[in-house]
């Protein structure tokens, strides 16, 4: 399966941006999907997961009650609504999808994930 992340931007701490996810390939309804990022002189770290069937959603603590994962599979499209940002949000958003069966013990480990799209810029500053 091919991603392809956008949505990206600057913007001012407190503001929103919404990331897309467009997916092509095969059925995208059969895969997991996730949103991580990097920012300059970190590893990569996750931020959201949300199982094929969007019935169960996952976050990161840090980002917990501002962000929200969500997917339409009829749009073949992963979606990642960014509220309240703040400048240490700022760094390139990857989307992507994996087949992993036990997706609950897997989903904020980016090993675990077969397909990777290319990044999105975000970046948030005053």
């Known amino acids: 399966v091919q991603l392809q992340a956008s949505g990206g931007g600057l913007v001012q701490p407190g503001d929103s941006l919404r990331l897309s996810c467009a997916t092509s390939?095969?059925?995208?309804?059969?895969?997991?999907a996730g949103w991580f990022r990097q920012a300059p002189g970190k590893e990569r770290e996750f931020v959201a997961g949300?199982?094929?069937?969007?019935?169960?959603?996952y976050y990161a603590d840090y980002v917990k009650g501002r962000f929200t994962i969500s997917r339409l599979n009829a749009k073949n499209t992963v979606y990642l609504q960014m509220n309240s940002l703040k400048p240490e949000d700022t760094a390139v958003y990857y989307c992507a999808a994996t087949s992993t069966v036990s997706y609950s013990g897997a989903y904020d480990n980016a090993r675990r994930y077969n397909y990777w799209g290319k990044g999105t810029q975000v970046t948030v500053s005053s």
């Open positions: 390939g095969r059925t995208f309804a059969n895969y997991h």
């Open positions: 949300i199982r094929r069937s969007g019935d169960a959603t």
